[in-house]
């Protein structure tokens, strides 16, 4: 039986707790490949990661504790008890209007992937805050002079689905000119 599109995006919730159950790099490939199917202006694929799997994630846990921002060690081992991270990067542009197209892009992309994740029964968790804008870090995973970090993904297999949160009533937040 097949699990709609409305039943994921109801059903997906943030996992902040992994478990050690291995997630192939072929799997998270897959998901990254399909996810690009993102409506991005122009076609312009406004996107790059940087992934970190298996091995790599020792690399990362030396990147982080590297990093300038004194990151707490309960905070590194967070993304290393994950499967894998994703660093998600995207070129900067100096037109307004073609960085605010471009967020929404990786945005809706990064969306998709999670959408993706979710179906695959593994869990993801969309960091952001300091160490994204951290200039060490961002050397380190290879950011250039004239890109960003959206995110990192954290992905892993889980256990337990946290309990969904209420959401206001969307008629509370349209404005119908009818």
């Known amino acids: 039986m097949t699990t709609s599109i409305r039943e994921i995006i109801k059903q997906r919730r943030t996992i902040r707790n992994f478990n050690n159950e291995v997630i192939s790099l072929d799997t998270i490939i897959e998901m990254l490949r399909d996810a ?66 471009d967020l929404s892009a990786v945005a809706a992309l990064i969306q998709n992937f999670l959408l993706l994740a979710w179906e695959n029964k593994i869990g993801v968790l969309w960091k952001t805050g300091k160490l994204i804008h951290n200039s060490s870090f961002q050397q380190s995973v290879g950011v250039g002079e004239n890109e960003k970090i959206v995110g990192i993904l954290m992905v892993g297999k889980f256990d337990n689905v946290p309990e969904a949160q209420p959401r206001e009533d969307i008629v509370e937040k349209i404005t119908i000119i009818d």
Do not use: C, Y
């Open 36 to 101: 690009t199917w993102a409506p991005n202006h122009k076609l312009r694929e406004p996107w790059r990661f940087v992934l970190f799997h298996g091995d790599g994630k020792e690399k990362l846990r030396d990147i982080l504790l590297q990093s300038s921002d004194n990151i707490p060690s309960k905070k590194i081992e967070k993304f290393t008890q994950a499967q894998a991270n994703i660093v998600v990067i995207m070129p900067e542009n100096t037109d307004p209007l073609k960085q605010e197209e």
